[in-house]
């Protein structure tokens, strides 16, 4: 915590009026730095139902490593598929599977690239009042 003085003057005669202390907290980090993010217990439980070969479940645990906040996934599928040393026609059928099961969507295209979001039901890094609203509009 950090102390601070505040004064209160009056502009007219220059003399103090008021005197307060307040604390203000230092800001709680999480341990994880910027590579961190929530995930619903229930929704691994279905994801586990869901994925249904290798290829998919590597996929996803290499999206979920390049999530950024509001979750953007920050990955083409062209850079998965360079990453993981996989033919990239694998890497397009796991990306549609993902979409099928709900788990990404289509967030927007950036020239002939396709950027995605991962379901905030699932997971979810960002501000956790921004969290409810991203829900509602996914």
Not at 24 to 49: H, P, S
């Amino acid at each position: 915590m950090v102390a601070h003085k505040a004064v209160l003057v009056n502009a007219l005669t220059g003399t103090v009026e008021a005197e307060c202390m307040f604390l203000v907290a230092k800001r709680k980090r999480n341990g994880f730095g910027q590579g961190w993010i929530a995930m619903d217990q229930e929704m691994l439980a279905k994801i586990a139902k869901e994925i249904k070969s290798l290829e998919e479940m590597r996929v996803l645990n290499f999206i979920l490593s390049r999530v950024a906040f509001n979750n953007i996934i920050r990955a083409t599928q062209a850079e998965v598929a360079k990453e993981l040393e996989m033919h990239r026609q694998h890497v397009c059928r796991a990306f549609k599977r993902l979409q099928e099961a709900g788990i990404i969507s289509e967030a927007y295209k950036q020239g002939s690239s396709k950027f995605y979001r991962l379901n905030p039901t699932y997971a979810w890094k960002g501000k956790a009042s921004e969290h409810v609203r991203a829900i509602r509009e996914f």
